[in-house]
T-cell receptor, first 111, second 112 residues
Framework: GIQVEQSPPDLILQEGANSTLRCNFS?????LQWFHQNPWGQLINLFY???GTKQNGRLSATTVATERYSLLYISSSQTTDSGVYFC?????????????FGIGTKLQVIP | EPEVTQTPSHQVTQMGQEVILRCVPI?????FYWYRQILGQKVEFLVS????????KSEIFDDQFSVERPDGSNFTLKIRSTKLEDSAMYFC??????????FGSGTRLTVV
């Protein structure tokens, strides 16, 4: 099946700092999403971004489908950004109905 | 913004008991899913459901699991005889087609 790798696995930031999270995937995809899992375990959809660039406030994401990676940018980080960020994909060919998650990047923003 | 609703948010059950986790997907979505996340681990696919039948399932989804869409709005996951290792967060999701999935906020199942 498709492989999803996220980096870094852990990240500690000072409040106000910027960061870039990376997601590499092993096959072409028709669905790529970024999620934030908050400390209560809820999965919050950040972006649906199989290709291109999107921005939502302090967050933005870019997917370069031809090179099989996606980046999530967090600017001016806040303590409420803490949690785990997951990249999730479904391949273009076969098994398209299920989404495969990466292991996540655990972000801690300290005041 | 439309939401996927899951109930209960937390359920504690005794080993060997049956549990039913409930979900209300987004009304115009056609594809429904269950995922689970054991504490500290990856979110794992369990099953997808389309047109009133299972369209794909993982090796985790064995005979003790079943899904049902009993009416036009609910989507349920039943675990027949719970084991300690079934303790996890269970997420329901829905989608229109091969596009963005919307996840519910999850049900934390604790088997004691």
């Amino acid at each position: 099946g498709i492989q999803v790798e996220q980096s870094p696995p852990d990240l500690i930031l000072q409040e106000g700092a910027n960061s870039t999270l990376r997601c590499n995937f092993s096959d072409s995809v028709n669905n790529l999403q970024w999620f934030h899992q908050n400390p209560w375990g809820q999965l919050i959809n950040l972006f649906y971004i199989p290709s291109g660039t999107k921005q939502n406030g302090r967050l933005s994401a870019t997917t370069v489908a031809t090179e099989r990676y996606s980046l999530l940018y967090i600017s001016s980080s806040q303590t409420t950004d803490s949690g785990v960020y997951f990249c999730a994909v479904s391949p273009t060919s076969g098994g398209y109905q299920k989404v495969t998650f990466g292991i996540g990047t655990k972000l801690q923003v300290i005041p | 913004e439309p939401e996927v609703t899951q109930t209960p948010s937390h359920q504690v059950t005794q080993m060997g008991q049956e549990v039913i986790l409930r979900c209300v997907p987004i009304s115009n979505h056609l594809y429904f899913y269950w995922y689970r996340q054991i504490l500290g681990q990856k979110v794992e696919f369990l099953v997808s459901f389309y047109n009133n039948e299972i369209s794909e399932k993982s090796e985790i989804f064995d005979d003790q699991f079943s899904v049902e869409r009993p009416d036009g709005s609910n989507f349920t996951l039943k675990i027949r005889s719970t084991k300690l290792e079934d303790s996890a967060m269970y997420f329901c999701a829905s989608s229109e087609w091969r596009d963005g999935y919307t996840f519910g906020s999850g049900t934390r199942l604790t088997v004691v």
